[in-house]
């Protein structure tokens, strides 16, 4: 079992930058990876980031590579996502996520209550 706590959403302008924690808690975290998801009003929950414990296997979407960067700090028990040159399409609940890495299921078992990101124009 994995427990998973986001923080740091709120509201900025388009070309700011947000950084988003989750604070993970279980047992053999290294067997884990951990993702970012982002829900929109009207549209489907997607896939942003993922990483390993180990802090490799790192995927991007397409529209964030060069703009999110995922990462972990193991002795912290916490993953981030910096978020720069933000944009007004990025706006969505940000949902934190785990699944283990041995399994053929690619579905994350383990989320986290999302936190709000808003960006104005």
């Known amino acids: 079992q994995v427990q998973l706590v986001e923080s740091g959403g709120g509201s900025v302008q388009a070309g700011g930058s947000l950084r988003l924690s989750c604070a993970v808690s279980?047992?053999?975290?290294?067997?884990?990876?951990m993702g970012w998801f982002r829900q929109a009003p009207g549209k489907e929950r997607e896939f942003v980031a993922r990483i390993g414990w180990s802090g490799g296997g790192t995927v991007y979407t397409e529209s964030v590579e060069g703009r999110f960067t995922i990462s972990r700090v193991a002795t912290e028990n916490t993953v981030y996502l910096q978020m720069d040159s933000l944009k007004p399409e990025d706006a969505a609940v940000y949902y934190c996520?785990?699944?283990?890495?041995?399994?053929?299921?690619?579905?994350?078992?383990?989320w986290g209550q999302g936190t709000q990101v808003t960006v104005s124009s």
């Open positions: 996520a785990a699944r283990r890495v041995a399994t053929t299921s690619t579905e994350y078992p383990y």
């Open positions: 279980g047992r053999n975290l290294y067997e884990y990876f």
